[in-house]
Protein backbone atom coordinates (compact mmCIF):
# COMPACT_ATOMS: atom_id res chain seq x y z
CA UNK A 1 0.00 0.00 0.00
CA UNK A 2 1.20 3.25 -1.01
CA UNK A 3 2.24 5.51 1.53
CA UNK A 4 2.27 9.27 1.34
CA UNK A 5 3.73 12.46 3.97
CA UNK A 6 2.46 15.75 3.06
CA UNK A 7 4.57 18.68 4.36
CA UNK A 8 5.47 22.11 3.59
CA UNK A 9 8.60 24.11 3.10
CA UNK A 10 9.12 26.00 7.13
CA UNK A 11 12.62 27.42 6.42
CA UNK A 12 15.19 28.52 3.88
CA UNK A 13 18.63 27.64 4.92
CA UNK A 14 21.68 30.36 4.00
CA UNK A 15 22.61 28.03 1.37
CA UNK A 16 19.78 28.14 -0.38
CA UNK A 17 17.82 24.33 1.06
CA UNK A 18 14.41 24.48 1.38
CA UNK A 19 13.74 22.74 4.93
CA UNK A 20 10.75 20.94 5.35
CA UNK A 21 8.72 20.55 8.20
CA UNK A 22 8.82 16.98 7.50
CA UNK A 23 11.47 15.08 9.94
CA UNK A 24 13.41 12.11 10.08
CA UNK A 25 11.38 9.81 12.50
CA UNK A 26 8.79 10.46 10.13
CA UNK A 27 10.69 8.96 7.27
CA UNK A 28 12.07 5.98 9.16
CA UNK A 29 10.55 3.19 7.37
CA UNK A 30 11.38 5.36 4.14
CA UNK A 31 13.39 3.73 1.28
CA UNK A 32 16.17 5.95 0.68
CA UNK A 33 16.65 4.65 -2.94
CA UNK A 34 14.65 5.53 -6.02
CA UNK A 35 11.08 4.14 -4.41
CA UNK A 36 10.98 6.96 -2.91
CA UNK A 37 9.87 10.13 -4.61
CA UNK A 38 9.80 13.69 -3.26
CA UNK A 39 7.68 16.72 -4.86
CA UNK A 40 7.63 20.46 -4.10
CA UNK A 41 5.92 22.52 -6.66
CA UNK A 42 6.76 21.07 -10.24
CA UNK A 43 9.95 19.85 -8.46
CA UNK A 44 10.50 16.45 -7.87
CA UNK A 45 13.55 13.91 -7.11
CA UNK A 46 13.87 10.54 -6.22
CA UNK A 47 15.52 9.30 -3.06
CA UNK A 48 16.84 10.57 0.34
CA UNK A 49 20.30 11.10 0.79
CA UNK A 50 22.81 11.82 4.17
CA UNK A 51 24.70 14.81 4.47
CA UNK A 52 28.12 14.27 2.97
CA UNK A 53 26.70 12.64 -0.08
CA UNK A 54 28.84 12.78 -3.58
CA UNK A 55 25.81 13.82 -5.76
CA UNK A 56 26.99 15.80 -8.97
CA UNK A 57 26.76 19.51 -8.98
CA UNK A 58 23.54 21.18 -10.01
CA UNK A 59 21.60 18.14 -8.71
CA UNK A 60 18.35 18.63 -7.29
CA UNK A 61 18.11 16.03 -4.77
CA UNK A 62 16.19 15.47 -0.43
CA UNK A 63 18.44 15.05 2.03
CA UNK A 64 17.95 14.59 6.17
CA UNK A 65 19.79 17.96 6.75
CA UNK A 66 21.44 18.99 10.31
CA UNK A 67 17.73 20.07 11.13
CA UNK A 68 16.82 16.87 11.42
CA UNK A 69 14.24 17.33 8.86
CA UNK A 70 14.48 16.48 4.89
CA UNK A 71 15.42 18.99 3.04
CA UNK A 72 15.56 20.00 -0.79
CA UNK A 73 19.22 20.83 -2.04
CA UNK A 74 20.47 21.73 -5.64
CA UNK A 75 23.99 20.74 -5.27
CA UNK A 76 26.24 23.66 -5.07
CA UNK A 77 23.73 25.66 -5.43
CA UNK A 78 20.48 27.61 -4.21
CA UNK A 79 17.48 25.62 -4.11
CA UNK A 80 15.53 28.93 -3.49
CA UNK A 81 17.56 30.69 -6.42
CA UNK A 82 16.91 27.53 -8.81
CA UNK A 83 13.62 26.61 -8.32
CA UNK A 84 11.82 29.71 -7.11
CA UNK A 85 9.57 28.00 -4.23
CA UNK A 86 9.17 30.24 -0.94
CA UNK A 87 8.24 29.07 2.69
CA UNK A 88 4.53 27.68 2.53
CA UNK A 89 4.92 25.30 -0.23
CA UNK A 90 3.28 22.12 -0.09
CA UNK A 91 6.08 18.71 -0.04
CA UNK A 92 4.86 15.58 -0.70
CA UNK A 93 6.76 12.00 0.20
CA UNK A 94 5.55 9.16 -1.25
CA UNK A 95 6.93 5.39 -1.68
Do not use: Y
Not at 25 to 38: H, K
Request: charged content about 20%; aromatic content about 2%.
Amino acid sequence: MPVRIAGSVCSISESGNLITDVTAEQLAGAPRDERVSVRCDDHETTGIFEVGHEQPAMTLIALIGESNCLEMEIVGDSARIMLGVSVGQKVEVSW
